[in-house]
């Protein structure tokens, strides 16, 4: 790095895309792309949290993914299976911290049992949190946040920024500090709304499976280079 003093985000959101079209580049099946993505991803975690960021988000199943085609949503059921029974020992093992944001509602009974033993075997670990944005909406998120707002019985005049805050899914998990996506495209498709209100954005051109460790570090490089001002 160069003169620029190394700042370490404290929460780094990713948008995972590009595994469908990282597989068309190289004929082979849609669900080949996702399983890609899927040990991309594992390096990228383990590449954050050695470097010191203590969240980590990713956009891992949106409430609009539904819409896709039922032989990949079921082939990404799968994978999510496969990577809790198989990264579980692990995740304990660096003392990772998983919450899963998004509505329950839909989820496979299995899948959403692995998820709570998932939450449920870190809960108290110290040494990172990874949050996965799973069958969820930003939109959504936030509409449910005010549904409870009325349901504990608050008036206009006290739904607040941090009366909605505070009922947010996790309302505990941070503002994201840097928002990163891939693939080229330049829009954040519902992720965490109300938490990237004075996020920094890297668009990266690289496919999600094309990430690597050395991506982190050109992430942390870039983000050291801005000033933050959070509308002052």
């Not at 609009?64 to 085609?69: G, I, L």
Request: glycine share 8%; net charge negative; hydrophobic share 35%.
């Amino acid at each position: 790095m160069d003169e620029t003093q190394t700042v370490i985000p404290k929460h780094v959101g990713f948008i995972l895309d590009g595994n469908r079209r990282w597989a068309r580049k190289h004929s082979i099946p849609e669900s080949d792309g996702h399983l890609a993505g899927y040990n991309s991803l594992k390096e990228v975690l383990d590449a954050c949290f050695e470097r010191g960021i203590d969240h980590v988000t990713i956009y891992a199943f949106s409430t609009e993914n539904w819409k896709r085609d039922k032989g990949e949503v079921s082939g990404l059921m799968k994978l999510a299976l496969y990577a809790i029974s198989k990264d579980l020992k692990r995740l304990v093992e660096q003392k990772i911290r998983v919450r899963i944001l998004g509505r329950r509602e839909g989820i496979e009974g299995k899948l959403l049992a692995g998820f709570e033993k998932l939450e449920e075997k870190t809960r108290d670990l110290t040494g990172g949190t990874l949050s996965v944005c799973f069958n969820y909406g930003g939109q959504q998120e936030i509409v449910d946040a005010t549904k409870q707002c009325i349901a504990d019985g608050l008036t206009a005049d006290e739904i607040t920024e941090d009366a909605i805050a505070a009922r947010l899914y996790c309302p505990d998990i941070p503002p994201i500090d840097l928002v990163v996506r891939t693939s080229g495209e330049q829009r954040l498709s519902n992720f965490m709304l109300w938490r990237t209100a004075y996020s920094e954005f890297l668009f990266m051109q690289k496919l999600w499976p094309e990430m690597t460790k050395e991506d982190v570090d050109d992430i942390i490089e870039e983000y050291s280079r801005r000033s933050r001002r959070f509308g002052g």
